[in-house]
């Protein structure tokens, strides 16, 4: 049983990601839909998709994206907020990642969304994850 989800679907990118693996699949909710949609918003995964394998059950399927040659579009992906230690910040406190090449995901009261649009939104929130 996994305590912690989102860390659960980081940590299966970013070990395909590593082993150049074309793509990851993942046990599927909205929230994790929402994370794959704003990576590929980003440019970080080519695609993806949710495959019904029954009633009951759903997977999420992502494509992973290399960014030419040898190198994979996400170099990393940390997770900030976890189960036992909650990071929240508020508008004014949203920093960049990586000098700005990378992004941080909020879950805000507008729903998921980047740092970027965080600040220009002008609402702050609950830092999931970081992705370089």
């Known amino acids: ?8 679907m980081l940590t299966r990118i970013r070990n395909a990601a590593r082993g150049r693996q074309p793509r990851v699949e993942i046990p599927c909710s909205r929230l994790k839909v929402e994370i794959a949609r704003i990576l590929k918003e980003e440019g970080y995964i080519s695609t993806y998709k949710v495959v019904e394998e029954s009633k009951a ?32 910040v508020g508008k004014t406190e949203i920093k960049g990642i990586m000098g700005g090449t990378g992004i941080s995901i909020l879950s805000t009261p507008r729903g998921l969304m980047t ?3 965080a600040r220009r939104a002008g609402v702050g929130g609950e830092v999931l994850c970081e992705v370089w």
């Open 115 to 117: 740092g970027h649009a």
């Open 1 to 8: 049983m996994v305590t912690d989800p989102i860390s659960d």
């Open 57 to 88: 059950k759903k997977t999420l399927r992502v494509f992973l994206k290399s960014a030419g040659g040898r190198r994979n579009a996400i170099s990393d992906l940390q997770r900030v907020s976890r189960p036992g230690r909650r990071v929240y």
